[in-house]
């Protein structure tokens, strides 16, 4: 069956320092793989959408990586800040249902 | 601005009694989703419609419905068949397969 992993434990880190979250697939060919961000009580927030066939996408301090090879995509956040805290969730898709969802990283970046 | 709205922002449920958690969006997108998301697992898809008058059932369908009635509007019904109803639940569109989810900001349903 399909399956995403990430790093279910909190990711801390400190404020100024880059942060890499990674998300591992396996029985899965995705068009495209998505991170969002979410905030305690709220709903996600769309951050980056990375395609099969792109190996890096940047939006500001974000970047990620997809590597099908491989079957992981990594994200990182630079010159990280207290406000980046939040849980951060990889998201696969094939299709108008096929999207999957990840259990989610925690970041806690300390001042 | 667009986005979309759930409500209510918590909600109980009695023993035996059905519940229905709204959702409207104003982003004139053609699909909606329903999601439930619970402590250490990832969102789990309940139902989705891709357009109005249909939907099919997601990974974990049992013990709820849906209608599609209006493009903006995909109401989710909690039935009393749903026996493990306590989450959070989400509620998402988008316009096409190739785009990101534009989430609500969930309706959290507790047992009285």
């Known amino acids: 069956s399909q399956k995403i992993e990430q790093n279910s434990e909190a990711l801390n880190i400190q404020e100024g320092k880059t942060a890499t979250l990674t998300c591992n697939y396996t029985?899965?060919?995705?068009?495209?793989l998505q991170w969002y961000r979410q905030d305690p009580g709220r709903g996600p927030v769309f951050l980056l959408l990375i395609r099969e066939n792109e190996k890096e996408k940047r939006k500001e301090r974000l970047k990620v990586t997809f590597d099908t090879t491989l079957k992981q995509s990594l994200f990182h956040i630079t010159a990280s800040q207290p406000a980046d805290s939040a849980t951060y969730l990889c998201?696969?898709?094939?299709?108008?249902?096929?999207?999957?969802f990840g259990i989610g990283t925690k970041l806690q970046v300390i001042p | 601005d667009g986005g979309i709205t759930q409500s209510p922002k918590y909600l109980f449920r009695k023993e035996g009694q059905n519940v229905t958690l709204s959702c409207e969006q104003n982003?004139?997108?053609?699909?909606m989703y329903w999601y439930r998301q619970d402590p250490g697992q990832g969102l789990r898809l309940i139902y989705y419609s891709q357009i109005v008058n249909d939907f099919q059932k997601g990974d974990i369908a049992e013990g709820y419905s849906v209608s599609r009635e209006k493009k903006e509007s995909f109401p989710l019904t909690v039935t009393s068949a749903q026996k493990n109803p306590t989450a959070f639940y989400l509620c998402?569109?988008?316009?096409?397969?190739?785009?990101?989810?534009?989430f609500g900001d969930g309706t959290r349903l507790s047992i009285l």
């Open positions: 998201a696969l898709a094939g299709g108008y249902q096929k999207v999957t």
């Open positions: 029985n899965y060919s995705p068009a495209y």
């Open positions: 982003l004139n997108h053609d699909a």
């Open positions: 998402a569109s988008r316009n096409t397969e190739a785009q990101p989810q534009h």
